[in-house]
């Protein structure tokens, strides 16, 4: 257990209306990383962190963007949510020191309608 | 990163070993050899790594055949626990893990 919790673990949201995801990690490990999961496609990368204030791009980053004013926070916003952002999507981290592996969190179920 | 190649679905008996192949041919001699496995309904879970050598931990062990371009990661012991999508991945210098779509294991009582 590496501490990962995500919030909301479900939502229901309409087309167009902004959305906030949240990752907490409570020890302090310095790489984040936002996945998500859609039938057939495994997992894709949309963005990850480094550090605080330092995020870069995944595979799938379009309409989607980040923020971590804090190590324990990375959260993901949709600016304006559409139907094919309806995904699960899960937050992972790399423990500080570690060997590369990724923890992940117990994801959080999004349907834009 | 370099991409895998996994059967899409795999059976196996309750207390019997399983064998699960993955082929990357186009491994770089940098590449770890990353195995995760996802549980209906949660997250990817870390199984077992490795570059050259085969691996053994609590969970699993991989072998890594002598010109790395394939492995098999293999459970001694297969419980109704262990039926999951196992995703075989190759880890070079990114930060990301690229999954591709495993196999499904279905294990039979």
């Known amino acids: 257990d590496a501490g990962i919790t995500q919030s909301p673990r479900h939502k229901v949201t309409e087309t167009g209306t902004p959305v906030t995801l949240r990752c907490h990690q409570t020890?302090?490990?310095?790489?984040m990383y936002w996945y998500r999961q859609d039938p057939g496609h495994g997992l894709r990368l949309i963005h990850y962190?480094?550090?605080?204030?330092?995020?870069d791009k995944g595979e799938v980053s379009d309409g989607y963007s980040v923020s971590r004013s804090k190590t324990e926070d990375f959260l993901l916003t949709l600016e304006s949510a559409t139907s094919s952002q309806t995904s699960v999507y899960f937050c992972?981290?790399?423990?500080?020191?570690?060997?590369?592996?990724?923890?992940f969190g117990p994801g959080t179920r999004l349907t834009v309608l | 990163d370099a991409k895998t190649t996994q059967p899409n679905s795999m059976e196996s008996n309750e207390e019997e070993p399983v064998h699960l192949p993955c082929n990357h041919s186009?491994?770089?001699?940098?590449?770890?050899i990353h195995w995760y496995r996802q549980l209906p309904s949660q997250g990817p879970e870390y199984v077992i790594h490795?570059?050259?050598s085969n691996v053994n931990n609590r969970m699993a062990s991989l072998a890594i055949a002598e010109d790395r371009k394939s492995s098999t990661l293999i459970l001694h012991r297969a419980t109704l626990r262990d039926a999951a999508v196992y995703y075989c991945?190759?880890?070079?210098?990114?930060?990301?893990?690229?999954f591709g779509t495993g196999t499904r294991l279905t294990v039979i009582p």
């Open positions: 020890e302090n490990h310095r790489y």
């Open positions: 991945i190759l880890k070079g210098g990114a930060n990301n893990l690229f």
């Open positions: 962190s480094y550090g605080v204030k330092d995020t």
């Open positions: 186009t491994i770089s001699g940098t590449d770890y």
């Open positions: 490795g570059l050259t």
């Open positions: 992972a981290i790399t423990p500080t020191g570690g060997t590369d592996t990724q923890y």
